[in-house]
């Protein structure tokens, strides 16, 4: 919202505070002033002038010879504009003068003849193109006979003004008008507020003589006012009008719809003029759209309109959609004689409807959304009928054609001053917050130590008690709302165990290689149970946006796959990414679904790519097993993990494995299913899923530092043939039962089958590490203790030692 202080003036006395600090006042009482807009832009010594004589340039088609009178003196201008021509009154910039952009103005000679400074269009003066009137858009500027010669253009043209830009929440509808604007700082500045004296004379003919009204949709349309005026003439409206409408970012266009957009910037209510003689029938009929129905509107834009639609007709066609735009059809134009006014009050809800349906967004839609105030509907059709008979000549016919079914009841609120002092931490008087109240004209009375409230009309953000608190906090003063700290126990802020645990888990993951993703925790019915590492019923969405999108995940991978296939098959062949997100199981006590964090990878194509070495490196389960490994490590849970082969649905039968915690499952690890890999084009592709909770929620005692031994280890290898089914991992944990308190690791380092192993049978073997801190071992110390690991290998995984 743009707002003039010369006009604002009229409304509101504001002569004795200075515009920037009106600005900040009205800023620190709840409205932010986002700029302050001087329209003078530093311009000086631009005068009026008249155009005395007008030639063509000798040497210059395009440019003419102008002798102007500035006042002072009459001096000689070259001018190119196309429609400067003698007898006119003009915008003169003198020798001296100094434009928009530091642009000076010099005596200068333009193809052999003498140039005494600007004749200047609009645009020259900082003025948008978009806002010039159409006829002197592509030319200068042309004023008005009565402009006197040698007197301040920029006064005549109020560009000595300084424009207030509000930033307005979506609540403060009441603002978008300067009457609203001039209550607003009238509260502030506790003045009064001076309304417009609405006073004409009226013809003897009634208007309702002249036009009927029948509304049929009165639900969407319960108050419709029409003012008929006769005899009006179509012109330019006066330059003050002009200006207004120019100050406030409108596009001036002929008198009477001039008025009408004058009038939605003082009340706040849109206004639509229509040709009475265009309109046929002499009758108004509002009504619901039939489905399929066609108009064409102002901006020359055929549209087909829907049954839910609020249309204006003449009882045939329509003229006009609701709140929105007129029709072409009903335009006023130079022709017009007899004009109907129209204002009305439209349900938001169906503007705002059927301005986004036709992507028509304007300064009535705009109002008329946020709803308008009820009491202003006729006074604004009675304010543009007395400027149309002043500015246009016209005849207004006695009264109105009304129809009106709107309840314009206002909204009462009841409250304690203890409930504001109490919700605001504040003691203000009972006093204070009524002059308060009275500065807004909201009407109170004072009942039995409450506030009993009537909220007015024009403001529709007043609904309930808060309302009143913020009103009342505002006015006051945000500054005088007392500084204190909470009372409480002080704790310093830092993270929790879980959290810490969880940050170190994501710095693990990006440093190892792998990149954060975050996916949707909503997918299809299909796959929520796809690679759940437990399942349990599905929570379902009550309006999903799709099938594909309409119930909780009970797994991350799917996601995963998702990503690394986009990713794929836009030729970024190698992806290696994790998640920690959660899933979403069974059903707590208050119905909503059980949230489980996981943590989820999924690697494919290369790990290493060295090309300038010629080292390359393709991702296998060991990868990612050993990613698991040293994330495990990191969190201090390396001797409770454990892997175990597993066959699961979707995954390779024979590159798959369990991930065990203290005997406990957590997680998988393994290769996508061929199958699924040939579905999705993928190459080898590598998944993880583990129970992040079960995870973090274990508590790992503190790390204990032990020195570096200063004795020797003694290293012996074995190699062993077993059972093919039989895994590394139980032979592992055979030998470390086995090797007691000397063995300290265990590391395997040979698989073999093949030539020279029996069928059915492999060859494994392992490098034993034995040593004692506190002393050097002897080598029967080391051979006992290998032998009772031979003997435990036997008995216990019938492993025989390979010769």
């Not at 012109?235 to 596009?251: F, K, M, T, V, Y």
């Not at 489905?291 to 834009?301: F, Y």
């Not at 993703?517 to 590492?533: F, I």
């Not at 274990?698 to 190699?719: K, M, N, Q, W």
Request: charged letters at 25%; aromatic letters at 6%; hydrophobic letters at 40%.
């Amino acid at each position: 919202m743009l707002v003039s202080t010369k006009w604002l003036k009229e409304y509101v006395n504001i002569d004795e505070i200075p515009v920037e600090e009106l600005a900040e006042t009205i800023t620190r009482s709840g409205i932010e002033v986002d700029g302050l807009i001087d329209r003078s832009q530093g311009m000086t010594n631009v005068v009026v002038g008249h155009v005395l004589e007008c030639s063509k340039h000798p040497e210059a088609d395009k440019l003419s010879i102008c002798q102007v009178d500035v006042g002072e003196e009459t001096t000689q201008i070259i001018c190119g504009a196309p429609n400067v021509a003698a007898g006119q009154k003009v915008i003169v910039a003198r020798p001296g003068a100094v434009l928009p952009g530091d642009f000076k103005i010099k005596k200068a000679k333009l193809r052999g003849e003498e140039s005494n400074g600007m004749i200047c269009s609009l645009q020259e003066l900082a003025i948008e193109g978009k806002l010039v009137p159409k006829e002197y858009a592509e030319g200068i500027y042309v004023l008005p006979e009565d402009a006197v010669v040698g007197s301040n253009a920029l006064e005549l043209l109020d560009l000595n003004d300084t424009v207030l830009e509000f930033d307005l929440t979506p609540n403060r509808s009441d603002a978008l008008s300067m009457l609203g604007v001039a209550y607003e700082v009238a509260a502030i500045l506790s003045q009064e507020v001076k309304l417009p004296e609405i006073n004409y004379e009226t013809s003897s003919e009634k208007a309702e003589e002249l036009l009927k009204l029948r509304i049929d949709a009165k639900e969407e349309n319960p108050m419709y006012v029409a003012k008929v005026i006769k005899n009006v003439k179509i012109a330019e409206s006066p330059l003050w009008l002009q200006n207004r409408l120019i100050a406030s970012g409108i596009r001036p266009h002929n008198n009477v719809v001039d008025v009408t957009n004058y009038i939605l910037l003082e009340y706040g209510q849109p206004l639509h003029a229509f040709d009475y003689d265009r309109l046929e029938t002499g009758e108004i009929v509002v009504r619901l759209a039939n489905e399929g129905e066609k108009i064409t509107t102002l901006d020359e834009a055929e549209r087909t309109l829907k049954s839910h639609q609020l249309v204006i007709t003449n009882g045939q066609e329509p003229v006009a959609i609701a709140g929105v735009m007129g029709g072409a059809n009903s335009e006023v134009h130079d022709g017009t004689t007899t004009v109907v006014i129209e204002s009305a009050y439209f349900q938001p809800a169906t503007v705002r409807r059927t301005s986004k349906e036709h992507g028509l967004h304007s300064d009535a839609s705009t109002r008329f959304e946020k709803g308008v105030d009820p009491e202003r509907v006729e006074a604004a059709a009675e304010r543009a009928a007395q400027l149309i008979a002043e500015l246009a000549g016209g005849d207004v016919l006695e009264g109105s054609v009304v129809i009106d079914e709107l309840d314009k009841t206002p909204v009462q609120i009841t409250i304690s001053p203890d409930y504001i002092n109490n919700r605001l931490g504040m003691k203000i008087s009972l006093e204070e917050m009524l002059s308060i109240l009275n500065r807004l004209k909201f009407g109170v009375e004072a009942i039995n130590g409450k506030l009993v409230i009537d909220a007015p009309t024009r403001r529709q953000d007043i609904r309930i008690k808060e309302d009143i608190i913020e009103e009342i906090a505002r006015m006051y003063g945000y500054d005088h709302i007392p500084m204190t700290l909470p009372v409480t126990e002080s704790k310093p802020g830092g993270l929790t165990p879980y959290q810490e645990k969880r940050r170190t888990v994501k710095a693990f993951l990006e440093g190892a290689g792998l990149y954060e993703s975050l996916t949707y925790s909503l997918t299809s019915e299909k796959s929520a149970h796809k690679y759940a590492l437990e399942t349990a019923p599905t929570t379902k969405l009550l309006m999903p946006i799709s099938e594909e999108r309409s119930v909780l995940r009970q797994s991350i991978i799917p996601h995963l796959l998702e990503v690394a296939t986009y990713n794929v098959a836009r030729r970024n062949d190698s992806v290696a990414l994790y998640e920690i997100s959660s899933v979403f199981l069974d059903e707590e006590e208050d119905g909503l679904p059980k949230e489980v964090a996981h943590v989820a990878a999924v690697v494919t194509g290369k790990w290493v790519d060295h090309a300038w070495q010629a080292e390359t490196k393709k991702v296998d389960f060991f990868v990612l097993k050993g990613i698991v490994e040293g994330m495990m490590e990191k969190l201090g849970l390396t001797a409770g993990i454990s892997f175990e082969a597993a066959v699961l649905d979707g995954m390779h039968p024979g590159r798959t494995a369990n991930i065990y915690l203290n005997n406990k499952r957590i997680g998988f690890v393994g290769q996508i299913h061929p199958t699924v890999q040939n579905e999705r084009d993928l190459k080898d592709t590598y998944v993880m899923e583990m129970n992040l909770d079960k995870i973090l929620s274990l508590d790992v005692g503190e790390l204990l530092y032990t020195p570096v031994p200063r004795f020797p280890s003694i290293t012996r290898d074995i190699a062993l043939v077993v059972s093919s089914e039989t895994s590394a991992s139980t032979l592992e944990r055979v030998i470390q039962r086995a090797g007691g308190k000397l063995l300290k690791n265990v590391k395997l380092f040979d698989l073999y089958e093949g030539d020279n192993v029996e069928s059915g049978k492999k060859s494994i073997a392992f490098s034993l590490t034995y040593q004692d801190p506190e002393r050097t071992l002897t080598d029967d110390e080391v051979v006992k203790a290998h032998d009772k690991v031979l003997a435990a290998l036997t008995s216990e995984a019938g492993a025989l030692l390979r010769g």
